[in-house]
């Protein structure tokens, strides 16, 4: 079995962190967030991997290179042109060669067993299998209506409140078979949401949902992508950047040094060659990306900074979110669900 990790948005809901950089690679907890997925994968046995990329390929290429540092091999399928869901599925049909594969969204953070919804998809000798996940409030979603055997029966696109008869949504994670791929018209704009799932559903092909209760997350926006570091740090997900932990969930890079009077209240990370001055604190849910620097008296909490930010004295940082390079002076203020974009400066 292989996969495809469908990458080819350009993020415009998590702007302006991704105004230089794919949202599918922003940092979560210090690694690329695709970094999760492909770790996901790996476990279950799967080595071989397509990214379908469109927006920046170049960085994701930078970063993912062959795949082998990861112990996988990666392939990339460029889209030149906005081709859909299920479009950027097609594209990549020469790299699976006839082979099942799993599907991920490239911004979904999960804990769906992998394992035991492709040993349903093969026991149900599905076409298609659709992870599906319970949500509160599905008005915001696909809900995705099955039958008592686990077959899908509908879809409902961003169902009115008078329409939720369920709760459960398309998580977009799925296990398709080779078949799938030829209902798939190649090189055109075609979704799998709006039309290969309903011609699934119309030719009665074997078409099934898989129900889990765990974690799922979207990161598409600037407060899904903080709240899901706070996750991480609550121990939903392996911390997979290689940093020494100490005691009480502090977890620590290379070269980092310490004030006098320095704080530390975990669970925190600090990235390798992050300086903190004299009498700052970091405070739960602070994540310091590598070579920050936090001045004197100045504190971070609930806040994610990326590489390279400097932080100035007697400063407050609580739930914000701080792009590469940025600049806050000293006694600056920087307001609560602030978000800047690399290289900003307050």
Known sequence: MKAIILVGGQGTRMRPLTNHIPKNIVPLCGVPFLTYQVEALRKVGIREIVFSIGYRPQ???????????LGVKIHYALENHPLGTAGAIKNTEKFVKRSPVVIFNGDILTDIPLSTMIALHKKKKHWATLGLVRVEDPTAYGLVLMDPKGGIT???????AEEVVADTINAGVYVFEPEV?????PGVNYSAERALFPHLLKDNHPFGGFVWEGYWQD???????????????????????????????????KNV?????????????????CVIHDDARILPYAVLGKNCVVGKKSMVSKSVLWDDVLVGDHVNLDEVILGRGCRISSHSRVGAGSVLGDHARV
């Open 59 to 69: 960085d994701i290429k930078k970063v993912f290179r062959s795949g082998s540092h």
């Open 154 to 160: 509908k879809f409902l696109e961003k169902p009115a």
């Open 181 to 185: 791929f030829d209902l798939i018209p």
């Open 219 to 253: 990161i598409g926006t600037p407060r899904k992508y903080l709240t899901s570091h706070w996750d991480v740090l609550n121990g939903a997900f392996p911390v997979y950047a290689k940093l020494n932990r100490r005691q009480n969930k502090i977890f620590m890079g």
């Open 257 to 273: 040094k310490l004030g006098k009077g320095v704080l530390l209240k975990g669970p925190v990370i600090i990235g390798d060659g």
